[in-house]
Structure formats: structure tokens, C-alpha cells
């Protein structure tokens, strides 16, 4: 569990990071912190408890004494997956569920993987989806965040006026851009797997947005 010494904090921008989606341990989290990386984004799962080779509270506490800070993101169903406002709050309860019981506290982003979905789905539908899981995750005192990944069913429009949330993180895949706020995460897709300390992992940046907010998350 966390300590005591660790807080909730805003990110500064310009700051290095990874998502994996696998484990990183205590050794490998001082090797990415030696070599940079200031944070590290690893996953929910969309059902409970929460399994072994996605983030645990052992692996939480390993990141932060590695000098890491952590936000976390929810798996996304298989490509193809069909939305729904009765989805969304199920998801973000169970996202609610795991974020507790491995330690992050309330304050931090937790994120919304939004991609994939359904070829032609109707944006309604994507739109409740997203709100209802949004509004679980921030009736629980976290932050909702959405990762506008490829395929979102969404345009920046829709994104921006009709999303519940004030976060956002941009996919190295192509999306649209986000009108007005802009994103506070931007992630780097290479065509090689890019592998550091033996994970394979995909880059971030952080940023303030044009209104000058960004992302939470609990830092050492």
C-alpha cells in the first residue's frame, strides 16, 4: 500500500514516461528512473479482483520506492467491441474496485482506454459509454481521464463538448485533435518494439493543457 510519504500530485509538463502492460519491479523501476523516466502508467482490469500480471498493491509499492510516479489505465475490450451506458458504469465500477484494493488513492487520473470500437457504432452510444463510466470513477473522488486510442467512434468535437472529463491523453495511433483544451499526455507508437530495462513499453510526454491543467497522479 502506499505511504504516508507519498502524494497526489499535478504533473509538471515535458516529463518522460511508459505505459506497460506488463509488471515492472522494484529493480527495473530504479533502472527507468536512473535512466529518465519520472512516471508509470500500468492496468485495471475491467473485471474483479484484479489478476496477478496486472498492477498489484507489491508492484505499486515497488514503482513508487523506485522513485515512479503512477497513474493507471483500464483494458480495453477485443477490437470490435460494442458500447453502451449499462458497459460504462459496469467497467468503471469495476475499475473504482481495483484502483482501491491495490492502493492508488482518490485524486489520481485514472484512465479510459477509448478504442476500438465497433466499426459504424452510433456515437450516442460511445458517448454514454464513456459518462457513465466517467461518472462512477469520479463519484469515487479520482480523476477520470479517457486515452483517445484509434477507432474511438468519436470526432474532437464530440470529445471535447460531449465527454464528462477533463483529461486527456492522446494515442500514438492517428486521432483527432482536441479542440480548445488539448491533451495533457501525448504517447510515442514505434513500428520496432521499444524495450527498456527488458519491458517492452510505449513512451509519454506530459503537458499543461490550454487551460492550463494536467494530469494527477501519486508520486513518490
Excluded at 514516461?17 to 523501476?29: H, L, Q, T, W
Excluded at 460494442?82 to 484502483?99: C, K, L, W
Excluded at 477533463?166 to 513500428?191: A, E, F
Aim: include cysteine; glycine fraction near 12%; charged fraction near 20%.
Amino acid at each position: 500500500m502506499a505511504t504516508r510519504l507519498n502524494s497526489v500530485e499535478k504533473a509538471a509538463p515535458g516529463l518522460l514516461g511508459f505505459d506497460a502492460s506488463v509488471p515492472v519491479s522494484a529493480k527495473a523501476a530504479k533502472e527507468f528512473s536512473r535512466s529518465g523516466y519520472r512516471y508509470c502508467i500500468r492496468y485495471l482490469s475491467r473485471s474483479t479482483p484484479q489478476p496477478s500480471d496486472d498492477l498489484t498493491a507489491g508492484e505499486l509499492k515497488g514503482l513508487l520506492a523506485g522513485g515512479l510516479a503512477v497513474m493507471a489505465v483500464q483494458h480495453v475490450m477485443r477490437e470490435g467491441w460494442i458500447p453502451s451506458g449499462d458497459r460504462g458504469t459496469q467497467y468503471g465500477e469495476a475499475a473504482v474496485a481495483n484502483a482501491k484494493e491495490v492502493g492508488l488513492p482518490k485524486g489520481v487520473t485514472v484512465w479510459l482506454d477509448l478504442e476500438g470500437a465497433h466499426h459504424g457504432v452510433n456515437r450516442t452510444d460511445v458517448i454514454a459509454y464513456c459518462n457513465h463510466w466517467f461518472d462512477v470513477v469520479a463519484g469515487a473522488g479520482y480523476e477520470s481521464g479517457v486515452y483517445v486510442g484509434a477507432s474511438c467512434g468519436l470526432d474532437g468535437g464530440d470529445l471535447y463538448w460531449q465527454l464528462k472529463t477533463r483529461h486527456y491523453w492522446r494515442s500514438g495511433s492517428k486521432v483527432p485533435d482536441l479542440p480548445h483544451r488539448g491533451y495533457q499526455l501525448v504517447q510515442r507508437i514505434t513500428s520496432e518494439p521499444d524495450i527498456v530495462s527488458g519491458i517492452e513499453i510505449d513512451r509519454d510526454v506530459t503537458y499543461v493543457d490550454e487551460f492550463g491543467d494536467a494530469v494527477t497522479w501519486l508520486a513518490p
